[in-house]
């Protein structure tokens, strides 16, 4: 026969188990949700500095046009981070809403590098996963934000994109995330359907 | 060896020599006699799918047709049961039998519902040693055809021996618009709103061939309008026909 208190003692550790264990799911859950939330957060602002005028190259999907547009943001001296507030700030355009060329909810440049004339830019795993799939929608994404970055830094001649800091076929389907854009090229199409 | 001792080479090791030479040179002739492309250097990747035919190198004009995406690679899902790998191979058969009304030759590089990696069809493409690429797509906004050369810059210089794999295109980028501007004017006359354009469509940069990607798209909101095989037809038709007249064979009345 088992005594009393042992009995009353098993039955409540085997409550505290029960209770620990719910609440680390629960709290499991809730740090999910938070990763989530955190990744659909729209843009982040760009990292401090003073106020300057940007030029955006903004597609219209329905008017299969790009229109020329500008927009006053905070960008650093440091050119990486500079790149970087110039594409949030077209991404952010984009993410409005009526958006004249819809993206994903946690769109949004981790980083760029710039090496030599170069600019590799690091896309966020929403961004990609979440692209409409199309090749005039992809093409148009890729090349509103290469003819942005051409617009406010003219050192820029070629464009390579990254996806969560790795290299990915494509955006969604069609538009060649491998190959190393040509930035004049890549403008003149611009231009050329304004 | 004799190479090395120069002056101690026998008779027999010179014939020796001689018959391996020559047994070089016939080995190296068929090559020699192949279109004057010149493939790109890369090696491909591996294939994730079997092709659907063997390549017919002895026709003089070959056109690869590539229906975009297949298998689980589905393209633009426009709804569950109207998908892009769908509705470019059924594009894709219109073309091969229109162009087969007008004696061009045509294979498909896939003729059923099975994914090809991208590279691979750019591979098998070359390796065809075809005479035009006609990539298939089909997507929003409408309701303009869209005629797709690839986004590189012109060839700088006369390629040499070998084509870089993500430039092998450049070479031929005169010739893949003269094709689009033929498709577009096809397809104007059929009175189907159509436009060129360059865009980075994969795997256009690796053609070692005169190439192009189509896309149709919806008519307004209307996405089936897209599987309409009258539409198809037009299209196929118009494409068919510029090709025909790329070829030498002239427009089908």
Not at chain 1, 106 to 133: C, E, I, K, M, Q
Not at chain 2, 223 to 228: E, G, H, L, V
């Amino acid at each position: 026969m088992i005594p009393r208190h042992v009995q009353i003692a098993v039955v409540l550790l085997l409550a505290g188990i029960f209770a620990g264990g719910f609440y680390a799911l629960r709290l499991q859950r809730r740090a999910q949700q938070a990763a989530q939330q955190a990744e659909a957060h729209p843009v982040a602002p760009s990292v401090s500095g003073p106020l300057q005028k940007v030029h955006l190259w903004i597609a219209y999907d329905d008017d299969g046009v790009f229109r020329p547009a500008q927009a006053k943001v905070e960008l650093p001296q440091e050119p990486s981070g500079r790149a970087t507030g110039i594409l949030r700030a077209l991404i952010g355009e984009y993410l409005k809403q009526p958006s004249p060329h819809p993206l994903p909810l946690g769109s949004d440049v981790r980083t760029v590098y710039l090496v030599n004339g170069l600019a590799v830019v690091d896309l966020t795993p929403a961004f990609a996963d979440g692209h409409r799939s199309g090749a005039l929608l992809e093409e148009f994404t890729v090349t509103s934000m290469i003819a942005t970055l051409s617009a406010n830094m003219p050192e820029i001649k070629q464009v390579k994109f990254l996806v969560d800091g790795k290299e990915r076929e494509t955006l969604a389907g069609h538009a060649d995330l491998l190959s190393v854009y040509d930035v004049k090229t890549v403008d003149q199409f611009v231009q050329g359907l304004q | 060896m004799c190479w090395n001792r120069r002056t101690t080479c026998s008779a027999a090791a010179q014939a020796a020599l001689l018959a391996a030479g020559l047994a070089l040179l016939m080995a190296a002739a068929p090559a020699a006699q192949a279109p004057p492309e010149n493939p790109p250097a890369a090696p491909p990747p591996a294939a994730t799918a079997a092709p659907q035919a063997p390549a017919t190198a002895a026709l003089r004009f070959l056109v690869v047709i590539d229906p975009a995406h297949g298998g689980d690679e589905t393209g633009v899902a426009f709804s569950p049961e109207l998908l892009e790998k769908d509705l470019t191979l059924a594009l894709a058969r219109r073309l091969r039998a229109e162009l087969a009304n007008r004696g061009v030759a045509a294979i498909l590089l896939r003729d059923g519902d099975f994914a090809i990696a991208s590279d691979q069809r750019a591979a098998m493409t070359n390796a065809d040693r075809a005479s035009l690429y006609i990539a298939l797509h089909a997507g929003a906004p409408g309701p303009a055809v869209r005629v797709y050369t690839a986004m590189l810059p012109p060839a700088a210089s006369r390629p040499g021996a070998f084509l870089p794999w993500a430039t092998a295109q450049a070479t031929y980028l005169d010739r893949s618009g003269a094709l689009a501007r033929s498709i577009v004017g096809e397809l104007d006359r059929r009175h189907i709103g159509a436009a060129w354009l360059p865009g980075p469509v994969r795997p256009l940069n690796s053609i070692a061939a005169p190439a192009v990607a189509v896309e149709i798209s919806p008519s307004g909101d209307d996405d089936q309008s897209m599987a309409d095989p009258k539409y198809q037809q037009s299209v196929a038709a118009a494409v068919a026909a510029a090709v025909a007249a790329r070829a030498g064979l002239g427009s089908a009345p």
